[in-house]
């Protein structure tokens, strides 16, 4: 079974960073595209940014400039560091990842973590 699992969210004031991870675990065969997405309360989930198998980015416009995605292939991980952070910027991140691997062997399945909380004061 493959699960994705999300860790760094947190509290943070204003002007602060964190760092997001988010780790592939189970029988995976390969993976292409990962992102994170978020979803503030009352708001539709967005994509924050992704990037693709090799590498190729790609950027919400409100975060460009403060937000950096990158990925482990080794690791089967995919960070997303956060900086000059705004209050806009609270809401629950999720990763989500294109896998090759537990049930689906022959074609990639969408996955979604459970989320991480990230809360910006001001």
């Known amino acids: 079974q493959v699960q994705l699992v999300e860790s760094g969210g947190g509290l943070v004031q204003a002007g602060g960073s964190l760092r997001l991870s988010c780790a592939a675990s189970g029988m995976i065969f390969s993976i292409s595209a990962m992102g994170w997405y978020r979803q503030a309360p009352g708001k539709q989930r967005e994509l924050v940014a992704a990037?693709?198998?090799?590498?190729?980015?790609n950027y919400a416009d409100s975060v460009k400039g403060r937000f950096t995605i990158s990925r482990d292939n080794a690791k089967n991980t995919v960070y997303l560091q956060m900086k000059s952070l705004k209050p806009e910027d609270t809401a629950v991140y999720y990763c989500n990842a294109d896998i090759t691997g537990g049930s689906s062997r022959f074609a990639p399945r969408n996955y979604w973590g459970q989320g991480t909380q990230v809360t910006v004061s001001s």
């Open positions: 990037i693709t198998g090799s590498g190729t980015t």
